[in-house]
């Protein structure tokens, strides 16, 4: 399975940006997809999961202003950012695997590559 993303870039405070992660080459259906952050000198930190029936979970840092969405027949899966603030800055990933479990205890088997997101002051 590969994963692209795309949208990242640099916005304002807050502005909004869409991101956009693509999952091919695989022959079985990926249930959960979701999006993960690492700032400089952090660890990565789940933002928010959306599974093949569209239930999502998010952090509380993110609700209200992060949606999660996906088209299943595209295998694609957004992240839409409203409302962005400087920490939000980070590189994002996105991440799939079979099971929620994964996604949720950081280990999914497949993940990104990453794209920037940058919120100036």
């Known amino acids: 399975v590969q994963l692209v993303e795309s949208g990242g870039g640099l916005v304002q405070v807050g502005g909004s940006l869409r991101l956009f992660c693509a999952a091919s080459g695989s022959g079985f259906s990926i249930n959960a997809m979701g999006w993960y952050r690492q700032a400089p000198g952090t660890q990565s930190e789940l933002d928010a999961i959306?599974?093949?029936?569209?239930?999502?979970m998010y952090i509380d840092s993110v609700k209200g202003r992060f949606t999660i969405s996906r088209d299943n027949a595209k295998n694609t899966v957004y992240l839409q950012m409203n409302s962005l603030k400087p920490e939000d800055t980070a590189v994002y990933y996105c991440a799939a695997d079979r099971y929620f479990s994964k996604l949720r205890t950081g280990v999914p088997d497949y993940w990104g590559q990453g794209t920037q997101v940058t919120v100036s002051s």
């Open positions: 959306i599974t093949s029936g569209v239930s999502t």
